[in-house]
């Protein structure tokens, strides 16, 4: 996959010269806190690195970007795809992001999450993009309606994630439904 640039970020593929930075913020409580797992070591992150795939649309594997801010030539958030395994999921991913608690609020994460989705869209040729969250991240959830996704269940008590279980409540957005350069 070639670099994907808007105005003020630079979007590629995770590379093991990033894994220094991904944990400096992955690593942040805050940051960590709707994450599937706490990052304590270097070698957490490794493991998401190692784990990645290293070539885009492999069913049933995650693919991982890094999110370099153009001025500050800096790794500011990552996302990732996940490329469900199956015949009848070929057409659809999932998406996750995070950003640095510094990078947060300032449009970066709505930026790269909406080259994210046109790239999906235009050059995967993916019919449909979904994202869970936990109802509390509110700003994750208002970024997802701001870029044009839809709730579509809210399922209670339905994911376990470090030790408890949490409600996951998931978002989906249709390649018919997406309006590329308005939802940047």
Known sequence: MNPLYTQRLIIRPVEREDIPALFAYR???EVSRYLQRDYHSVDDVKYLVDETSRV???PGTWFQLVVLAKDE???I???GIHFPAG???QSQVEIGYTFAKQHQGKGFAREAVSAVVEFIFAELNKRRITAGL???NR???RLLQRIGFVKEAHFRKS???KGEWVDDVIYALLKEEWKPGENR
Request: proline share 8%; net charge negative; hydrophobic share 30%.
């Open 27 to 29: 690593s942040d409580p």
């Open 56 to 58: 885009a649309d492999v």
């Open 73 to 75: 030539g800096m790794i």
């Open 77 to 79: 958030g990552d996302i």
């Open 87 to 89: 015949d009848a999921q």
């Open 134 to 136: 936990d109802p509390e």
């Open 139 to 141: 700003a994750s959830e």
């Open 159 to 161: 994911y376990y994630c």
